[in-house]
């Protein structure tokens, strides 16, 4: 007998419908899985057995063969395991046949017959709903995920009885109740921690409402990394396509399995972390930190220790959006749609440019400037010198709260928004050039100052366009119309190399 149901393949962070095709005939007792299927579904042959056993159901022994269709797509993991065991019931006649042919079912199973939690579930259920399927059989600890695809009931089973008997009467169950979060005892971070550093919170407030790129350079203890980790506080919220996004990557990647992400994600990677790591790769091919802060913040502490071979890995997804990984004639995308803040010392001792402290010869600085990428600092739209604040300052009230930093952020947002309506990018710090032509204006005066600047050679045309776009933001938070004079000379302010090219060039 022939039973056939639907599960889907993850492929980098996308689903691929897969077609469990299971055939049951007299012969020999044996059970082959043929398509394209790596050891992990290789193996499951021996969990389904036990799983089918252990749930009171029969295991034939006649000959078995499942196929996996089609049979060019690689079939990666174990999350195979309950479609191949509801298709093995179906086919020997424990579970009506017809009835497969609404549903999808997608997990792994133990040898007892429970329904382990599977990464990719969001993934699958978005997969379902474009294949026009009406219902899907998830792992319990994974329905709230894929609830969240609208018009597709999900059923969220503990156990493979359970999914045969969601088949076999029709019946879905309610979704699981919400997990209950423990509220975090201590205080979010938040800018009225910070002393002083004016420009830095004008930097941060800039980044955060044109989504640009940040680096922060300055010795030791003056506050870099407190900056930058209170930088989501003042992100404005994401709409629910872009949570959904954040979600799917964190589901494939299997750090996430209760419902929508809302807050946008902060990922700062250790400096020791590989290429790979940082933008994706390995085998099976999974997102790296650079996808995983997709609509979010990706913040490297410490970049001149990053190798370099993981920075320059970095440049083509700040440029597009995007790292495509290929491995055996197959091309994966992952979306690394992330701002990147950075934070570094001007040298290898931390204090070049403060005083006489600096004990670092030339050739440790001429060492240091080489772990930097030319061409990734190029990419930096603010460059902005974090000092020593002084005794008055660190006595003196906070400058601005995240409150109201995330209100003007917000408000600048919204009028980005308006501007670009209909543009597949909405941040100023999204832009292409020709965007740049089609939505910014400059007045003669602030177009005749980027002249001066970009006259001097100090400036790339990558860098002038990045010029004019923060300048755009900072028109946005000022309410300006157009670009003033005023906001590009406060653009070209927050474009400046650190301490450590002054003192490197002393």
């Not at 250790?270 to 999974?286: K, Q």
């Not at 990053?306 to 992952?334: C, K, Y």
């Not at 603010?382 to 995330?406: C, F, Q, T, W, Y």
């Not at 933001?473 to 653009?491: G, P, R, Y």
Request: glycine share 8%; charged share 25%; proline share 7%.
């Amino acid at each position: 007998m022939l039973a056939r149901i639907a599960t889907f393949a993850i492929d980098g962070i996308d689903p691929r419908p897969v077609w469990v095709e299971v055939d049951i005939r007299a012969g020999l007792p044996t059970f082959t899985i043929v398509g394209l299927a790596d050891a992990a579904v290789r193996e499951s042959r021996e969990r389904i057995r036990s799983a089918i056993l252990n749930s009171g159901f029969e295991f034939p022994q006649k000959r078995i063969t499942a196929n996996l269709a089609p049979a060019s797509l690689p079939k990666v993991g174990p999350g195979f395991d309950a479609a191949l065991a509801v298709g093995v019931l179906a086919a020997s006649g424990q579970v009506p046949v017809d009835a497969l042919a609404d549903y999808a079912v997608f997990g792994e199973l133990s040898l007892g017959g429970e329904l382990r939690d599977s990464p990719g579930a969001l993934a699958v259920a978005e997969g379902a709903q474009r294949a026009g399927l009406r219902r899907l059989i998830v792992p319990r600890e994974r329905a709230r995920e894929a609830a969240l695809v609208a018009g597709l009931e999900v059923a969220g089973v503990p156990s493979l009885p359970a999914a045969a008997a969601v088949v076999r009467l029709g019946r879905v169950p309610p979704l699981p109740a919400e997990a209950a979060h423990r509220t975090a005892d201590r205080r979010a971070p938040d800018l009225a921690d910070v002393r002083g550093q004016a420009a830095p919170l004008v930097a941060l407030q800039i980044a955060a409402a044109g989504a640009h790129n940040l680096l922060l350079e300055g010795p030791p203890g003056t506050g870099k990394t407190m900056l930058a980790r209170r930088l989501p506080s003042i992100l404005p919220e994401m709409t629910r396509a872009e949570a959904i996004a954040v979600t799917r990557i964190h589901s494939v990647a299997g750090l996430h399995a209760d419902g929508l992400i809302t807050a946008r994600p902060f990922r700062a990677p250790h400096h020791t972390i590989s290429p790979a790591g940082l933008v994706g790769g390995g085998v099976p091919p999974r997102p790296g930190e650079a996808s995983l802060a997709h609509h979010g913040v990706l913040f490297l502490d410490e970049l001149s220790e990053f190798q370099r071979s993981s920075l320059d890995a970095l440049r083509q997804p700040l440029e597009d959006g995007r790292v495509t990984i290929v491995r055996g004639q197959r091309a994966l995308i992952f979306p690394t749609g992330f701002m990147l803040v950075a934070a570094t010392n001007p040298c290898p001792c931390g204090f070049a440019g403060v005083g006489d402290r600096c004990e670092c010869a030339e050739a440790d600085l001429r060492r240091h400037r080489r772990r930097l990428s030319g061409p990734l600092l190029d990419r930096m739209d603010l460059l902005v010198n974090v000092e020593r604040p002084s005794e008055h300052e660190l006595r003196s009230p906070p400058g601005i709260d995240s409150a109201r930093a995330r209100a003007r952020v917000a408000e600048a947002r919204e009028r980005q928004r308006a501007r670009h309506r209909g543009a597949e990018r909405r941040c100023n710090g999204e832009l292409d050039p020709r965007q740049v032509r089609r939505y910014v204006r400059m007045r003669p005066e602030a177009e005749m100052v980027l002249a001066r600047a970009y006259a001097t050679g100090t400036l790339s045309a990558r860098g002038r366009h990045r010029i004019v776009r923060v300048a755009r933001t900072i028109a946005d938070l000022e309410h300006h119309d157009q670009i003033e004079s005023s906001d590009v000379l406060t653009a070209l302010s927050l474009r400046q190399r650190g301490a450590s090219e002054v003192a490197a060039a002393a």
